[in-house]
């Protein structure tokens, strides 16, 4: 085996780009760091997230050879979303709804247009990219800290090292492998783990979702230990709290409900504060980066250019036309009338007054300090209902009702807040269902569902469906039909179509080592 240590040339090798001034600083372009500031640089330039510029004033298409956002189709697979569709738009254009739409519909080839045309999976290039970096930075802080002058921030790049490659892997094994399952996780197939800096001379295949996690655990625990004294200068950076507020979601993931609650506490200890809508007016952002409900944010903002506006820019002179995706009535329906989200988190299209998400700003305006990265995001509220969450799933009914109340009374005018009686299960379901409303395309609901369905106390029904509609263009009256639906059936009756296959030129690279599970052939039913 030949030992190479990597740093800067791992990440030109593969071609990932460098995140660009949206952490207003540049990389270090070094092969190898001498000094604690050189790894701090080289983490700013190949570790982050590189958030696209996303300037809605057109109708946004995708190149079908590779999709330049950050998984997007995470937005479309779930029980949020329904596809949104005015006008003829050709299936040849690489509209959102078309280079989407086998995603929506969990066809068994998701990256293949509704044209048939395969375009590349960029995103498992892109956490592996940084986890090499990661690696190497995580290996040289190590051996520099007998002869580093500054510990502070050898201590604070290692932090945010290990709470970035905790946060990809999180990402990688909850799209590409199975959800955790607390009675089967060391077996289950979840992704190559590799945390070496070493060039090993192997083939990799999947690594046990247990392990996976088990390593997110150890580089989270690290990660809270170096940032402890750390103040950053934005939510763009990592703090202790980040750390401990991805640790109580991995702990909540794998049922570890007591150290759930305690990460949890660590974070609700710290400054942050819950925005009360009560004092919201239209026009005004929900999310915004220097929210006191931010804690991290880094990435893009695929949002926008997924639920488009149905009067951007003409399609051939005429602008009432979509092809991309709204929110989806099922969701809609779980709000009550008197919640302030309602409002604060949904607009209307201009033309067909379609439901559309609007937590977010509209990256409308260029370098817009105040714009956050939906990619990877926390905020305290769902810190606060993954403490609510752990402690109903210990019988600890009444703490659980009073960390809902501290987001409920935020969401709620006073008159309009009613008290939370339910117990038990029903209680736990009243909290997953507020974590859909509250963490509504935020990335949360599709891995959500996965972890319900085999959660070992109370799993989600195996009666469980989504469905999705089928449409069909009338070319007479220029309108779309619904002629049918697609299902995804329960994760016990469909598991292959909840996991995202591994893209084929890593299964090639590595020679077969690793292996998807087949996904079925998916056509619309008609009743």
């Keep these: 085996m030949k030992k190479v240590f990597l740093l800067y040339l791992c990440v030109l090798f593969i071609g990932l780009a460098s995140c660009d001034d949206f952490l207003e600083e540049y990389s270090q372009n070094q092969v190898y760091a001498e000094t604690a500031q050189d790894l701090n640089e080289l983490l700013i330039g190949e570790c982050f997230m590189s958030a696209q510029r996303v300037y809605v004033s057109n109708q946004g298409t995708m190149s079908t050879t590779g999709i330049i956002y950050n998984y997007p189709w995470l937005h479309v697979m779930d029980d949020d979303s329904e596809e949104f569709l005015v006008g003829e738009v050709a299936l040849s254009v690489a509209s959102l709804r078309n280079v989407l739409g086998a995603f929506h519909h969990w066809k068994s080839d998701p990256f293949s247009t509704l044209e048939n045309k395969q375009y590349k999976d960029n995103d498992w290039e892109r956490f592996y990219g940084y986890i090499a970096v990661l690696n190497s930075i995580i290996y040289r802080a190590d051996e520099l800290r007998s002869k580093e002058k500054d510990i502070e921030l050898l201590d604070k790049v290692e932090g945010e090292a290990r709470f970035l490659r905790a946060g990809y892997y999180f990402l990688l094994v909850n799209i590409y492998g199975k959800p955790y399952c607390k009675a089967t996780a060391n077996k289950d197939g979840g992704v190559p783990l590799k945390i070496s800096e070493v060039i090993e001379d192997k083939y990799f295949s999947r690594d046990p979702v247990g392990a996976v996690y088990a390593q997110m655990v150890t580089d989270l625990k690290r990660a809270t230990t170096c940032l402890e004294n750390v103040v950053p200068v934005s939510s763009l950076r990592v703090s202790s709290a980040a750390a401990q507020a991805l640790l109580s979601r991995v702990y909540l993931y794998m049922e570890e409900y007591e150290l759930a609650v305690t990460a949890a506490d660590e974070v609700l200890a710290d400054s942050y504060d819950v925005l009360d809508l009560n004092n919201w007016s239209a026009g005004k952002n929900v999310i915004y980066r220097n929210s006191l409900e931010t804690i991290f944010t880094q990435g893009g903002n695929s949002i926008p250019v997924t639920f488009l506006n149905d009067s951007v820019s ?214």
Excluded at 360 to 375: C, F, I, L, P, S
Excluded at 407 to 431: H, M, Q, W, Y
Excluded at 444 to 471: G, T
């Design 314 to 527: 003409p399609w051939n002179g005429d602008d009432r036309r979509a092809s991309s995706y709204q929110v989806s009535d099922d969701l809609l329906a779980c709000y009550d009338p008197s919640d302030l989200r309602r409002n604060a988190f949904f607009k209307f299209s201009a033309k067909t007054r379609a439901t559309l998400p609007s937590k977010y700003r509209t990256w409308n305006v260029a370098d817009d300090k105040e714009q956050v990265g939906e990619d990877f995001l926390i905020r305290l509220p769902e810190v606060i209902l993954n403490k609510a969450e752990a402690l109903a799933m210990l019988k600890r009914d009444d703490e659980a009702k009073i960390e809902l109340q501290k987001i409920r009374s935020k969401r709620f005018k006073a008159a309009d807040l009613k008290p939370v009686i339910e117990t038990g299960e029903d209680l736990v379901n009243f909290i997953r269902e507020e974590r859909r409303r509250e963490l509504c395309f935020e990335g949360h609901r599709w891995f959500d569902l996965r972890r319900y369905a085999v959660n070992s106390i109370y799993p989600l029904s195996r009666d469980f469906s989504i469905k999705h509609q089928s449409y069909s263009y009338e070319a007479n009256t220029q309108t779309w039909y619904v002629d049918g639906y697609y299902e995804l059936n329960s994760y016990a009756d469909d598991e292959a179509a909840w996991i995202v296959p591994i893209p084929n030129y890593a299964i090639e690279f590595n020679k077969g080592s690793l292996q998807n599970e087949i996904r079925p052939t998916r056509d619309p039913k008609r009743d």
